[in-house]
């Protein structure tokens, strides 16, 4: 049963699936939709069943992750992290190709058709630009890509592979705006999830506060709890009630305090993402990254699935 005094978690997939067409007009080119970690807490399932006639491969971080995609939205995968795996019939099993950075897995994984994962300036899982050569032949590689955040990585990318007739593939969702980023494919992850999660909780609790209130003495006129905190995974920041702008006060272990206007009451919802109160937006507050914040707020409750 679900108790109604607890965070609610609606994902729209709709909007995920609006979101993806969205990019593949913006973008003109294949999108290798990024499904990893669950999909940013969204579910990589249920995403890869609302998205895949709209792309052209998922891509995840490890194999383990492309076996639980069990076929799922019915596109190929790509591997992005490091091969964990040496078994090139593992990769063919789970329908997914794994990327590689040495010449020993380049050789060892060539039969899975892997692709070659280049280093721009990150320094982490990637070829170094004087290695790419021996890399490429003992693979028969035909794809590689970069973990780009920036367009000059993106260009150094194409300068590495020049001449050699590869697909190219660098951009994630930062760098879809720019023409000269895209090149034959984009790997959007962040673009994908925006606006599609909305997280409430009702007020269990509304009073005038007698100042000082809370751990700090926060100063309010009136305030209410909702029951979520720490434990959650929740920080101060923005939230909405009833179709106004409010802010969590203070966020204790398991329980927070939030800002009311005179008319909000006890059974209200708070609004903790969602209804235009943007992940980037909460993540400015939490001093976080937007995709952290997803997985938090998808962590909180069973999500419940909208549309598709
Ligand atoms: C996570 C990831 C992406 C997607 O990043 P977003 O900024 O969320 O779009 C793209 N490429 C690689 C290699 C990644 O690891």
Same mark, same amino acid.
């Given at each position: 049963?679900?108790?109604?005094?607890?965070?609610?978690?609606?994902?729209?997939?709709?909007?995920?699936?609006?979101?993806?067409?969205?990019?593949?007009?913006?973008?003109?080119?294949?999108?290798?939709?990024?499904?990893?970690?669950?999909?940013?807490?969204?579910?990589?399932?249920?995403?890869?069943?609302?998205?895949?006639?709209?792309?052209?491969?998922?891509?995840?971080?490890?194999?383990?992750?492309?076996?639980?995609?069990?076929?799922?939205?019915?596109?190929?995968?790509?591997?992005?992290?490091?091969?964990?795996?040496?078994?090139?019939?593992?990769?063919?099993?789970?329908?997914?190709?794994?990327?590689?950075?040495?010449?020993?897995? =380049?050789?060892? +994984?060539?039969?899975? $058709? %892997?692709? !070659?994962?280049?280093?721009? *300036?990150?320094? /982490?899982?990637?070829? &170094?630009?004087?290695?790419?050569?021996?890399?490429?032949?003992?693979?028969?590689?035909?794809?590689?890509?970069?973990?780009?955040?920036?367009?000059?990585?993106?260009?150094?990318?194409?300068?590495?592979?020049?001449?050699?007739?590869?697909?190219?593939?660098?951009?994630?969702?930062?760098?879809?705006?720019?023409? =000269?980023?895209? +090149?034959?494919?984009? $790997? %959007?992850? !962040?673009?994908?999830?925006? *606006?599609?999660? /909305?997280?409430?909780? &009702?007020?269990?609790?509304?009073?005038?506060?007698?100042?000082?209130?809370g751990y700090?003495?926060f100063?309010?006129?009136?305030?209410?709890?909702?029951?979520?905190?720490?434990?959650?995974?929740?920080?101060?920041?923005?939230?909405?009630?009833?179709?106004?702008?409010?802010?969590?006060l203070e966020v204790?272990?398991?329980?927070?305090f939030?800002?009311?206007? %005179?008319?909000?009451?006890?059974?209200?919802?708070?609004?903790?993402?969602?209804?235009?109160?943007?992940?980037?937006?909460?993540?400015?507050?939490?001093?976080?990254?937007?995709?952290?914040?997803?997985?938090?707020?998808?962590?909180?409750?069973?999500?419940?699935?909208?549309?598709?």
């Amino acid at each position: 049963m679900v108790d109604r005094r607890r965070a609610q978690v609606v994902i729209d997939l709709e909007r995920v699936r609006h979101n993806t067409q969205a990019v593949r007009q913006r973008a003109g080119v294949d999108v290798l939709a990024v499904i990893k970690a669950d999909a940013y807490g969204l579910g990589a399932k249920k995403i890869a069943h609302a998205i895949g006639d709209l792309v052209s491969e998922f891509c995840v971080f490890s194999i383990e992750e492309a076996r639980a995609l069990a076929g799922a939205g019915g596109k190929n995968i790509l591997v992005l992290g490091p091969p964990l795996s040496l078994n090139a019939d593992a990769y063919i099993e789970y329908r997914c190709r794994p990327a590689v950075y040495t010449a020993a897995q =380049a050789g060892v +994984l060539a039969k899975a $058709r %892997p692709i !070659l994962s280049v280093d721009t *300036g990150m320094q /982490r899982f990637c070829c &170094p630009g004087e290695s790419i050569a021996e890399v490429i032949e003992a693979g028969g590689i035909e794809e590689a890509f970069t973990h780009a955040m920036r367009p000059d990585q993106v260009h150094r990318l194409v300068a590495l592979l020049a001449g050699r007739k590869m697909r190219l593939h660098a951009a994630g969702s930062g760098l879809l705006d720019d023409p =000269a980023c895209r +090149l034959d494919a984009v $790997r %959007p992850g !962040l673009a994908l999830y925006e *606006g599609a999660v /909305r997280v409430s909780i &009702p007020l269990v609790e509304v009073r005038a506060s007698r100042e000082p209130a809370g751990y700090g003495g926060f100063a309010s006129e009136r305030h209410g709890v909702i029951l979520v905190g720490y434990a959650q995974g929740l920080h101060a920041g923005p939230c909405r009630i009833n179709g106004t702008d409010r802010r969590l006060l203070e966020v204790g272990m398991q329980s927070s305090f939030v800002e009311v206007g %005179p008319t909000d009451k006890a059974g209200d919802e708070v609004v903790l993402l969602g209804d235009g109160l943007t992940e980037a937006r909460v993540a400015g507050a939490w001093s976080a990254n937007p995709r952290g914040v997803l997985l938090r707020f998808c962590a909180m409750a069973n999500p419940q699935y909208r549309g598709v």
